[in-house]
């Protein structure tokens, strides 16, 4: 099987997670690959495999810089993603009470639009919680590779 993780962060704190989940997953059987968001466009769900949305959220509730190229192209062209399967690891504050984790929820909003199939829950990690974000990423992935 193959998983794919896309990133999308403003500061690294997914992209941390997004290594640690691939430590746990890759596992050989598993093949994991991590792509930052910068450059992809909505073609990405494409290929072969699962996709986790690794993704933070800044400004009021927006999708980070890097990730608006994918989350734009895939509202304009609308592709239909009915095969593909995802999971979301989102990256909030709860400081932000009224648009916590808004960026992983953007992106849970518009691909299960486009027909995509959410596994597992939506994860909603909580920067002011005192967790490390990097140790739940590793926990969450590997309950999220049994679900799927
Ligand atoms: C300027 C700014 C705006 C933010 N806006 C939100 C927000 O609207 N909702 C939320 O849940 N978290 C918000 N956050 C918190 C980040 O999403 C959180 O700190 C996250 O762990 C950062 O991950 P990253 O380093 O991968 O970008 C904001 C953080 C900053 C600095």
Redesign the pocket.
């Known amino acids: 099987m193959k998983i794919h993780i896309l ?11 997004a290594q640690e989940m691939e430590l746990a997953l890759d596992d050989g059987d598993t093949q994991v690959e991590t792509l930052l968001m910068d450059d992809l466009d909505g073609s990405v769900f494409e290929r072969e495999g699962v996709f986790l949305i690794c ?8 999708v ?1 810089d890097n990730a608006r190229k994918l989350y734009e192209d895939l509202g304009a062209k609308r592709p239909d993603l009915s095969k593909v399967r995802y999971g979301v690891f ?7 009470a ?6 992983g929820k953007k992106f849970d909003d518009l691909l299960a639009g486009l027909g995509a199939k959410r596994v597992g829950e939506r994860h ?4 002011s919680s005192g967790v490390l ?1 990097e140790e739940t990423a590793l926990e969450w992935s590997k309950e999220w590779l049994a679900l799927l």
């Open positions: 990133v999308g962060t403003m500061t690294g704190t997914a992209q941390l997670c993704t933070s959220t800044y400004g009021q509730g927006d980070p989102g990256l909030g504050d709860r400081t932000y009224e648009t916590f984790n808004f960026g909603k990690h909580d920067a974000p």
